[in-house]
């Protein structure tokens, strides 16, 4: 399952600094992951680099799938060049 719209990216992304414009300093982001664990992490990681529009999902993606926010099973994945 995926959230539409969403990109996935795995969390070792961050340290890819040309994928980096894709999360934008001025972009309001929206984080989550399974259990929400790995989310934290990202946001708590991003914040020291100076990004401070992300929004974490807590409960991860089953409280999302609670809500009537539409997902698919495709999964559109970040290129790691």
């Excluded at 340290?15 to 946001?43: A, P, Q, W």
Aim: aromatic content about 8%; overall charge negative.
């Amino acid at each position: 399952m995926h959230v539409v719209g969403a990109i996935n990216a795995p969390l070792d992304f961050i340290n890819n600094h040309r994928d980096m414009d894709i999360v934008g300093k001025t972009k309001t982001c929206y984080v989550h992951c399974l259990e929400g664990y790995r989310s934290l992490i990202f946001n708590t990681i991003m914040r020291t680099r100076g990004f401070y529009d992300l929004i974490d999902i807590t409960e991860g993606f089953e409280s999302i799938i609670e809500t009537k926010i539409p997902v698919t099973e495709h999964v559109e994945r970040l290129s790691m060049l």
